[in-house]
């Protein structure tokens, strides 16, 4: 019976003892497993009177040039990174066939206007008719019947001529129109900047609307960005930001601020205002994500 006691309670310590064991060991497991807390992060600045953030640099013009009519383009004048000036040929498209027809209608126009100039000679020569006959049937040397048909005579010319007048009306709008027509196939530049990109090969046929180019403007530079909310009493039109290229060039251009929204974005709280860059623009292109300084205080 005491034997048994004992070995009853040698058996009780060595649970206890493994039980102890154990938490030890999930304590120093869980211990280890457990990262070291991370230091609260804190903004790094150059410059702490300083915002700085990013935004485009646009331009106002910069369009694709599509084709105003459908036909073959039958030479090309100018290729990628080509400065254009507003006006000048781009491209030329086939007009034989529109040139003949334009042709037809000047020549047909020229001829009917020829045709009202002599009806109004012919005006001239009844008119003539008219006043002797009234002068003779006056002293009733000719019949009312003759002075009557020198009458219609008249109204019938000054009719012709004014039939004559809307013909050449016509024949010139018709001319006009095939010139409008002709001038389509003139490829040009709709304002001054550089090509930068071609879609078109010599050859090629294309349809009404086909993109034939893209120009765009390289002058003046806009850059639009975002600044938080606090920023709404901090900025104001007429302000200087600086503007600079994010590859790392040290260079930075002063821009004035043009506009500032007179609102906050609700989803984002932030403010959008734009700035024109001054100045020649150096290494900065249409198109470019730039950094912005802007100063906090």
Not at 133 to 143: A, F, M, S, V
């Amino acid at each position: 019976m005491k034997r048994f006691v004992v070995l009853l309670g040698m058996g009780t310590g060595l649970m206890l003892m493994t039980a102890c064991s154990s938490d030890r060991t999930a304590t120093v497991s869980a211990a280890a497993a457990a990262p070291p807390a991370a230091a609260p992060a804190r903004p790094v600045a150059s410059n702490p009177e300083y915002f700085e953030t990013s935004g485009p640099l646009v331009v106002e013009n910069q369009v694709d040039v599509a084709a105003q009519r459908e036909g073959v383009v039958a030479k090309i004048l100018v290729d990628v990174g080509a400065s254009v000036h507003k006006g000048q040929l781009l491209a030329q498209m086939d007009d034989r066939q529109l040139a003949a027809q334009h042709e037809a209608a000047a020549a047909k126009a020229a001829a009917v206007e020829q045709d009202a100039q002599n009806w109004e000679t012919e005006i001239k020569l009844v008119e003539s008719d008219l006043a002797r006959d009234e002068q003779l049937y006056k002293y009733q040397l000719i019949t009312l019947q003759q002075l009557e048909h020198s009458r219609y005579k008249l109204i019938g010319a000054k009719q012709q001529r004014e039939r004559e007048v809307q013909n050449t009306n016509e024949a010139r709008a018709t001319a006009k129109a095939l010139q409008l027509e002709l001038e389509k196939t003139r490829i040009v530049a709709p304002f001054d900047g550089v090509v930068a990109r071609r879609y078109v090969r010599q050859g090629q046929k294309v349809a009404l609307s086909d993109r034939l180019f893209w120009v765009t403007a390289t002058s003046p530079l806009t850059v639009r960005f975002t600044l938080p909310q606090e920023f709404v009493a901090k900025v104001k039109v007429g302000d200087e930001v600086m503007v600079g290229a994010p590859f790392g060039s040290a260079m930075r251009h002063p821009a004035r601020i043009t506009h500032v929204s007179p609102v906050v974005d609700p989803s984002s709280g932030t403010i959008e205002v734009q700035a024109h860059v001054s100045g020649p623009p150096g290494e900065l292109r249409p198109g470019m994500n730039v950094n912005i300084d802007v100063k906090s205080k």
